[in-house]
Structures are given as C-alpha cells and as structure tokens.
C-alpha cells in the first residue's frame, strides 16, 4: 500500500498537493525538493495513488514537510498508515525527534497528530498569512524511541 517515491513521482504530488490545498506547490517544486539530501517520499496507493507524506530529514532530526491525501478517499486510514511508515523509516535509522507544523484549524490533522502521540511544543500567531481567518500554526513534536 506504500512504497517510496523519487523525482519521477513529482507531478502526481503536484496533483495530489493541489486537491489538498489553497496554496499547492508545483511539479518544479516536487522535483526539487525530492533531489535534496534527506528529502523522502512515501506514497499510498488505495488502489490508484492517494496520498503522500514528504518529510526531511537533518543528522538526527526529521520534519513532516507536507502530507495529503485524496478527498476522495480521506477517513479510510491513509493519512495515519502514511505517517505511521514515515515514522517507523525515522525510527529504524537514528533520528530521535519529529517535528512538524499544522494550522491551528486543521482538526482533521491535530487529531491525526495526536493520535500518533505529537505534543504541541509551541504556537505561531498569525502564521497563515494568506489564509482567511489567519490561522496560527502549531508546532508539534514526538520524540521517537
Ligand atoms: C489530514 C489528512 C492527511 C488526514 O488523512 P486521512 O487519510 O483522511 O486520515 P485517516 O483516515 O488516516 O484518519 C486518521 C485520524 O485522523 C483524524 N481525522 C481524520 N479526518 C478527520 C476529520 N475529518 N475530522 C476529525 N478527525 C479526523 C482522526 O483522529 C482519525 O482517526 P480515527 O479514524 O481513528 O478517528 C487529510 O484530511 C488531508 O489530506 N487534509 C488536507 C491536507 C492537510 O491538512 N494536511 C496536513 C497538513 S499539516
């Protein structure tokens, strides 16, 4: 259901990433990031692609860059498999703590978090510009074993 994904796969996150959000980011920006040292990809399938988490990765640290899934199929468990591999990846190397940023709105996401056992660490006012309501951004850690 999930495998790893490379620069080849930047135009279905760029798809993927638009269903998701206001602000997507392109194939150009796919492309680059998932060239950089300590960028991965894990993509789920549910059976045609669904979903993705980015997440990058700094001596013994790790940051959810993004994570998405289809509207289409959301609340069928991907998003938690999605994290859940991304993190056991994390923890099967020597990363020691993730961290990551969510807007303080996302409901769907802080319960993902929190399902997981991320801790809010800190919040940023105002964080969302460019989203109505300007939402603040929580900052969310879970110390990994
Ligand atoms: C957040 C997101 C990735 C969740 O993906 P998903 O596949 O629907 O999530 P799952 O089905 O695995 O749900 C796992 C848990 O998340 C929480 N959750 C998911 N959708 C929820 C919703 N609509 N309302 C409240 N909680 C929700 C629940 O705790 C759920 O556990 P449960 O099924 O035991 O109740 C998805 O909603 C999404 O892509 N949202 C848009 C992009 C986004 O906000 N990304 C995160 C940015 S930080």
Redesign the pocket.
Known sequence: MTRLGGPDDAAALATIHAA??PSPWGESAFATLLSQAGVSAILASAPTLA?FVLTRAVIDEAEIL????LPAV???????ALMREALRRMGATHIGRCF?E?AAD????L??YR?LGFETTATRTGYYQSRAGVPDAIVMEKRLA
């Not at 996302?106 to 996401?109: I, Q």
């Open positions: 998701a959000f979903g993004t994570l998405a899934v959301r609340q069928r468990g991907i998003g938690h990551l969510v996302n409901v769907a996401a319960a993902l399902q």
